[in-house]
């Protein structure tokens, strides 16, 4: 088409090829201005947000569940989850605050908690403090004593502690395996085992 078009015409395409270019290139200069602002600002602890958050689930509107939705859509956790599976996290998704020192949980402890980093970092120490790991905004754990299976006994594995003033989004282990699916599979797994072998947390 651009090779049959006359000069009026080629100006024209040319104009929207000019048009289309700088579209793109609007579209990455707001999404890196969006990823600076999360590494410098508390993007995802606006008081609005914190204030769904810590409204019980059954009450939060329409709009506050957008409003979730929006901002939360673009964590790593988040990105592995359907449109349905963020929606139902959103619904049921909390939050809590710790100031550096504050431990979010210890070795030995149950672990009935998924956790988001939203603000500030988390350092993860396992061996006595001879392995550590560092956590910072968008990064997520505690998911693998809600998972169970063999080996596992459902107890804490490392100590976590807040390495800032920070602010962790929650999920409760029922809410983590119902909306990632797992608990699908754990439901199946104990149907499957004879009455007898079923245990009160069965």
Known sequence: LVLEADDEDKKKIGLIQLAFRARLVRKAV??????AL???????????????????????NAEELDHLLHVFHHLPFFEKLS?????????????VAKNRGDTVYAQGERGDV??????????IEADGGRAT??????????HTELLGGEGCDGTRKATATASSKTFLATLERKDYLKITG???????GILGRP????????
């Open 38 to 60: 999360r590494k410098t600002q508390p993007f995802y602890t606006s008081p609005e947000l914190l204030e769904t958050l810590t409204t019980p689930s059954a009450e939060r």
């Open 195 to 202: 009455p007898a072998g079923r245990a009160d947390e069965d």
């Open 182 to 188: 797992v608990l699908e599979e754990e439901v199946i």
């Open 30 to 35: 707001r999404k890196l201005s969006q990823n």
């Open 114 to 123: 998924f956790y988001i980093v939203l603000q500030g970092g988390v350092t």
């Open 133 to 142: 790991l560092g956590l910072s905004i968008g990064d997520s754990f505690g």
């Open 83 to 95: 449109e349905l599976q963020q929606a139902q996290c959103c619904r049921v998704i909390g939050v």
